[in-house]
């Protein structure tokens, strides 16, 4: 096996989420010595057969493969049976799961057991987190995804008890979100101006939020934005300019969530409600 890394791979660091470091590998040939990690990872294969050895037992993952292994326990890791193996990790702190797994009441230190789960839905769910956090600007879209993620693995993979949601506040703390959605969305909002305003912690917003709405607070937001763009189209507004007055990063952004909610590009909703009025 060669032991190469020449295709690509990328490392960096997410200072706000507790010095989060995440790395991604394409297609590469590589063999690990052993070694661990003073963090928790968390991972997804995307192609090829990722092997190691850890906790006594060789494990091979295939594609959608998700990887877990705890703090400070050896392992190696290697591009099994001569394929190119591409893909992605994050390296949560042992202070930003706990800090997570508290927001759920979970005493102790949380614990995976499982070192490679085969779910295909948890596997789409890291990769697009992964994704999320590479490639997009976006606070809370970092924030609800990040936080959603970690706590679906907590609740799932190591063996914690969800605490039963207090309907008391629910109402009222969906309606203030709502409310500072609705009057802030052309802002870069953050988790945390919504846990201000509703008193509650991050995992248990999200839960409540969506169980209410249907949706996190992030997917109401462009929904939202997405309202309020089509408004904005009908006057005749640019769709790079609509697209900053809503708070889209540009008007790329704009069209992907656009077309997702309303089936249609912007520029074709545009033209179609110019012409309707004209007439």
């Given at each position: 096996?060669?032991?190469?890394?020449?295709?690509?791979?990328?490392?960096?660091?997410?200072?706000?989420?507790?010095?989060?470091?995440?790395?991604?590998?394409?297609?590469?040939?590589?063999?690990?010595?052993?070694?661990?990690?003073?963090?928790?990872?968390?991972?997804?294969?995307?192609?090829?057969?990722?092997?190691?050895?850890?906790?006594?037992?060789?494990?091979?993952?295939?594609?959608?493969?998700?990887?877990?292994?705890?703090?400070?326990?050896?392992?190696?890791?290697?591009?099994?049976?001569?394929?190119?193996?591409?893909?992605?990790?994050?390296?949560?702190?042992?202070?930003?799961?706990?800090?997570?797994?508290?927001?759920?009441e979970i005493s102790?230190?949380?614990?995976?057991?499982?070192?490679?789960?085969?779910?295909?839905?948890?596997?789409?769910?890291?990769?697009?987190?992964?994704?999320?956090?590479?490639?997009?600007?976006?606070?809370?879209?970092?924030?609800?995804?990040?936080?959603?993620?970690?706590?679906?693995?907590?609740?799932?993979?190591?063996?914690?008890?969800?605490?039963?949601?207090?309907?008391?506040k629910e109402h009222?703390?969906?309606?203030?979100?709502?409310?500072?959605?609705?009057?802030?969305?052309?802002?870069?909002?953050?988790?945390?101006?919504?846990?201000?305003?509703?008193?509650?912690?991050?995992?248990?917003?999200?839960?409540?939020?969506?169980?209410?709405?249907?949706?996190?607070?992030?997917?109401?937001?462009?929904?939202?934005?997405?309202?309020?763009?089509?408004?904005?189209?009908?006057?005749?507004?640019?769709?790079?300019?609509?697209?900053?007055?809503?708070?889209?990063?540009?008007?790329?952004?704009?069209?992907?969530?656009?077309?997702?909610?309303?089936?249609?590009?912007?520029?074709?909703?545009?033209?179609?409600?110019?012409?309707?009025?004209?007439?």
């Amino acid at each position: 096996m060669s032991n190469s890394t020449c295709q690509s791979t990328k490392l960096w660091l997410i200072p706000e989420f507790g010095n989060l470091e995440l790395f991604r590998a394409e297609a590469i040939y590589y063999s690990y010595a052993r070694h661990s990690h003073p963090s928790y990872s968390i991972g997804i294969i995307e192609s090829g057969i990722g092997g190691n050895y850890y906790q006594g037992t060789t494990y091979l993952a295939p594609p959608k493969s998700v990887i877990f292994m705890n703090p400070e326990e050896a392992h190696t890791g290697y591009s099994a049976e001569e394929l190119p193996l591409t893909y992605r990790m994050l390296y949560p702190g042992v202070d930003f799961i706990q800090q997570i797994a508290s927001e759920f009441e979970i005493s102790g230190f949380p614990y995976f057991k499982d070192a490679v789960v085969q779910n295909k839905a948890l596997a789409r769910n890291v990769l697009s987190l992964h994704t999320v956090l590479e490639r997009s600007n976006n606070r809370l879209e970092q924030q609800v995804q990040l936080v959603e993620v970690l706590s679906d693995i907590l609740v799932n993979y190591a063996d914690v008890k969800l605490r039963s949601i207090r309907l008391g506040k629910e109402h009222q703390s969906v309606r203030l979100i709502k409310e500072y959605l609705h009057d802030n969305l052309s802002s870069n909002i953050s988790l945390e101006q919504l846990v201000k305003i509703t008193n509650l912690n991050r995992s248990y917003l999200i839960r409540v939020f969506r169980n209410a709405v249907g949706m996190t607070p992030y997917t109401y937001l462009n929904q939202i934005r997405v309202v309020k763009a089509k408004q904005l189209l009908r006057q005749g507004i640019s769709i790079a300019d609509a697209a900053i007055m809503v708070g889209m990063s540009d008007q790329s952004h704009l069209t992907r969530h656009f077309k997702r909610i309303v089936g249609i590009t912007p520029g074709r909703y545009r033209n179609m409600s110019i012409s309707f009025k004209t007439n």
